[in-house]
């Protein structure tokens, strides 16, 4: 017997021909606003986004990637709902889809030199969670789905000492990589800024973090007790000075027309899913750009 009509690659072209229709909706005038997720990444990737230069397409894979991430963090929450969690900034439907209502647009200012931009943050939060008694008793709520690679680093360090000891392992992935050359890869550093971001934009003062292994399906980070645990993580206001400064930059930017640096090594994982790779080394290298 053999399978002529291959379910899988039906999905496949289902995907393809998605992203082919999201792609004619592309505007080359994009709003000048930066989302948290994108800010501890590469400068020069947000650059070309906001110039307006034409992402590359989506592969299947991709989409994939980024379906299973909005799975994990419907079923967390539902799931938690079940349990008995109190949950904020969240919407329940009755076909289980979630909304989310925490966030969407804060704008804030950032002096480089002689000038003062206005730093549009835009985003949204996955709700709000009860964590008990205490100035942090209904914190924001985030979900980090990580590969197991990333999750069993942060779950070695809150073996080794807690809540501490994952502050530790993301700050000290900005202090130690932090220079003038592009890096081999950056992961500690985006998962930081994305968080600090997120309580800028919605003004909170402490995030709720629930670490997810998405290989595995793991859910928070084993405990010396035994138990799992979520992390809960204060806002800093120097790295969301950081935050405020690298939106800057890439403001700036776009008014002269030259393109940050960029802060990855080609045949970096952030390279190689870089919407827009073309423009970069891809240039960098055929066209002497
Ligand atoms: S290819 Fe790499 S260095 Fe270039 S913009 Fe993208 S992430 Fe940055």
């Not at 889809?97 to 931009?117: D, F, M, N, S």
């Not at 960029?262 to 240039?283: L, P, R, V």
Request: charged share 30%.
């Amino acid at each position: 017997m053999k399978i002529t009509n291959d379910p899988i690659q039906r999905v496949y072209t289902y995907l393809l021909e998605k992203a082919a229709k999201r792609a004619e909706r592309f505007t080359a005038t994009p709003p000048l606003r930066f989302r948290p997720s994108e800010i501890g990444g590469c400068k020069r990737e947000i650059f070309y986004r906001l110039s307006g230069k034409k992402p590359r397409a989506v592969s299947g894979e991709t989409q994939l990637l980024f379906m299973d991430g909005e799975v994990h963090h419907n079923v967390i929450r539902q799931l938690m709902r079940e349990a008995g969690v109190t949950l904020g900034d969240l919407v329940f439907g009755p076909e289980g889809e979630i909304e989310e209502t925490g966030g969407t647009l804060r704008v804030l200012t950032h002096t480089l030199g002689e000038k003062t931009y206005d730093v549009q943050l835009s985003g949204r939060s996955d709700g709000s969670v009860d964590v008990g008694e205490g100035a942090a008793a209904m914190p924001l709520l985030e979900i980090k789905t990580v590969g197991r690679f990333k999750f069993y680093e942060f779950e070695r360090a809150y073996l080794k000492g807690g809540e501490k000891s994952v502050l530790k392992l993301l700050r000290d992935d900005v202090k130690k990589k932090a220079g003038a050359k592009p890096h081999p890869e950056h992961a500690n550093r985006r998962i930081w800024y994305q968080f600090q971001a997120t309580l800028l934009l919605v003004d909170q003062p402490y995030i709720c973090v629930q670490f997810k292994n998405r290989d595995k399906c793991e859910l928070g980070l084993l405990g010396e007790d035994g138990l799992r645990h979520s992390v809960l993580i204060a806002a800093d206001p120097d790295v969301q000075q950081d935050v405020l400064a690298r939106c800057a930059v890439v403001l700036r930017a776009l008014e002269t027309g030259v393109a940050p640096m960029a802060e990855f090594m080609d045949g970096s994982m952030s390279c190689k899913m870089c919407n827009f790779y073309q423009y970069c080394w891809g240039a960098t290298k055929k066209e002497g750009a």
